[in-house]
């Protein structure tokens, strides 16, 4: 077939595309071939994402866990669903309850109701074909009998013990031996193994409603959380609508608020108003719209963006073609600027998987800060995220913390579609580098032609605050200095960590390409 795109891969990255009718990417690749065992034994791409995302809870431990929150896209061969598994504050969460002090980063009174089993039991109850129990079994196996530690993993494992190392449980969780793992060091986490087989037996239920709810409960209680039984028993995912926004030809879909897909959807409506594709990829040119308009979107996120539930405006008049052309007008091409809201007038884990059937399956689970709140339920191997720590306490914001509420989320799955029928699943993991990452992929790929393997090689840039912005040491120098002279306060950085890591599957005649970011230890796997 005719492909957008050309097959050149012009950087130094050693990653190739692997092209095949079934396949599965993530960050890890003991994951990854965890998902695409699923489609040998007969399962669908839902079924490997599933897989997938449980195996990495044991096997990216850094990034998730099974106390994680979980969104997902699924194009089930005719539509596209969207899988809202972000879980709410705690029923005593009150401004009054934080004494009007911002919500605490990490510890038991900065973790939401955990989302993510609810997503494996809401996705596998919808469109699961192999048993539910059977999904679990690559992770219990390595949990039990244990996996070899890869370098990345021994190193993100070790920069985060000084943080985390005296959160409740998290010392006897993740420090056997006093210490991270070492590299190629074998990590046996029985504790964590035997909650999977309970959450297996009981189709999710034993976390939210039986003895793993009671015992959060307990170890809540003994730390001074303010997280329930009945918290737990009050979680719900839910099924959404995806929002989206048309960009050179194709329509990029999104979860809709409490994340933040809708800062790449504003970003890229902003930059639909310029032409960048008569500019060269990496030039200073293409790269300083591209920071402005990621400015833009982040300062309408940030005035706006809450809970759907508690939002002043609807998402679509954020969206809107109008207001967005006035937001591009605020761009001078040849200096950077300071951005602030408009007024419209209308460390986490990334998968995905596709099955020769056409099924597709966009999804991504998070502790958020690496191991997240660093709490670790004694006995369960249950690690906690620390998303309530995204409220602000500010009076009157949609954001500000309160009761039964989501926090601004910051995991967002992406999906494109052209002309109504799938394109590529994709999605770049790492914090506020989510969005700011699917606008430079799309720019590349429907911009510039490039395929999506050098999408994700690209050098990328990580907008910060103001004018601070990181670039990583792939960009041509000039660039640099040329992005330096409009106004820029430019660091190069060299930490992978600060940049994310891509995983993409772009659909061709009879197939796919999947491409994993060689920024982590990802695999493209498929038969």
């Not at 699924?74 to 004494?99: C, I, K, M, Q």
């Not at 992406?414 to 699943?425: L, R």
Request: glycine share 12%; proline share 7%.
């Amino acid at each position: 077939m005719t492909t957008p795109f050309d097959w050149n891969l012009p950087y130094a990255w050693p990653r190739k595309p692997m092209l095949a009718a079934n396949a599965v990417c993530t960050s890890q690749p003991l994951a990854a071939q965890a998902g695409l065992r699923m489609l040998a034994e007969g399962g669908n791409a839902v079924d490997a994402a599933i897989a997938t995302a449980i195996t990495l809870t044991i096997v990216e431990p850094v990034s998730n866990g099974i106390g994680s929150d979980a969104f997902a896209i699924v194009w089930d061969g005719n539509r596209l669903h969207g899988l809202n598994a972000s879980g709410r504050s705690p029923a005593a969460w009150t401004p009054e309850y934080f004494g009007g002090d911002a919500v605490p980063m990490f510890g038991w009174n900065s973790v939401t109701v955990p989302g993510a089993v609810s997503a494996w039991a809401e996705l596998h109850a919808k469109f699961g074909k192999l048993p539910f129990e059977r999904l679990f079994e690559p992770a219990i196996s390595y949990g039990r009998d244990g996996f070899l530690v890869s370098p990345t993993v021994a190193g993100q494992w070790a920069a985060q013990v000084p943080l985390f190392r005296d959160q409740p449980g998290f010392a006897e969780a993740f420090m056997p031996g006093g210490r991270a793992p070492e590299p190629g060091e074998l990590f046996r986490f029985p504790d964590h193994a035997a909650t999977l087989e309970k959450i297996a037996a009981s189709g999710g239920e034993e976390f939210y409603r039986g003895e793993l709810a009671a015992r959060l409960e307990e170890h809540s209680l003994a730390n001074g959380g303010a997280m329930r039984a009945g918290d737990l028993a009050a979680h719900r995912a839910d099924w959404v609508d995806p929002i989206k926004a048309s960009y050179r030809g194709y329509t990029v879909h999104e979860i809709p608020p409490n994340g933040q897909g809708i800062v790449a959807l504003i970003a890229l409506g902003i930059l639909e108003q310029f032409d960048l594709a008569s500019l060269p990829a990496d030039s200073a040119d293409s790269v300083h719209l591209q920071i402005e308009a990621v400015k833009l979107a982040f300062a309408d996120a940030q005035a706006y963006v809450a809970d759907i539930d508690h939002m002043s405006l609807p998402p679509e008049r954020l969206l809107d073609k109008d207001y967005l052309k006035l937001r591009a007008a605020l761009i001078d091409p040849k200096r950077a600027k300071p951005a602030s809201a408009g007024s419209p007038v209308g460390g986490t884990v990334y998968l995905t998987a596709a099955d020769a059937a056409g099924m597709m399956v966009s999804m991504i689970q998070s502790n958020y800060m690496g191991f997240g709140s660093g709490v670790v339920v004694p006995g369960t191997g249950i690690s906690l995220q620390n998303r309530g720590s995204h409220f602000g306490c500010e009076d009157g914001h949609p954001n500000r913390v309160g009761p039964n509420k989501r926090p601004y989320h910051t995991i967002i799955p992406g999906f494109v579609t052209k002309d109504g029928a799938p394109v590529m699943s994709f999605g770049v993991m790492g914090g506020t580098m989510q969005p700011q990452g699917h606008v430079q992929v799309m720019v590349r790929i429907a911009d510039h032609g490039q395929n999506p393997q050098a999408a994700c090689d690209g050098p990328r840039f990580r907008w910060v605050q103001g004018t601070h912005v990181s670039c990583e040491s792939g960009f041509p120098a000039a660039t640099l200095d040329e992005l330096a002279r409009r106004g820029h306060d430019l660091v190069t950085v060299d930490d992978y960590n600060e940049f994310g890591s891509c995983q993409a599957i772009w659909r061709l005649d009879g197939g796919y390409l999947a491409v994993s970011d060689p920024r982590r230890d990802g695999q493209a796997a498929g038969f």
